[in-house]
């Protein structure tokens, strides 16, 4: 019978792995038990030989509350008073989700209103042009 990799999984920089397999495997991490933020898998497969593979996957958690923010960007440089709006709402869980507090409320952007105004400004002078025609 022939002999089988071992994978060892470790999340960031645990000593210890989360879960020591004969492969191939199927395995489920579960994200709940991290806090939200950047972490770090580490698949280290052990062949039969005592040879050594590594391979490091990076991802982001995000289980907490999602929190959505207007009025200011990432990395934005800002002086005085800033008006925010903060909206962070739950997802609830695999089997029931929350539509309460989902939605989050956005000022009408800049241009919306150029376009009004544009518009509006075409509706008169299309108007008046229109009816100096059937006076004429």
Known sequence: MKEKSTI????????????????PVNFEL???RLVDGKHQLKIVSRDPS????????????RNGPAIAIEGIKEDAVVDGV???MINAYGKGDAKN?????SETPQSIPFWIFVLLILFVAWGIYY???TSMVDLG
């Open 82 to 84: 800033v008006p925010l």
């Open 97 to 101: 989700f929350l539509i309460v507090g």
């Open 30 to 32: 579960d994200t709940t």
């Open 8 to 23: 060892f999984i470790f999340v960031d920089d645990e000593i210890h792995p989360v879960a020591e397999l004969q492969s």
């Open 50 to 61: 005592g040879k050594e593979g590594v391979r490091y996957i990076p991802f982001e958690v």
């Open 127 to 129: 108007g008046i042009s």
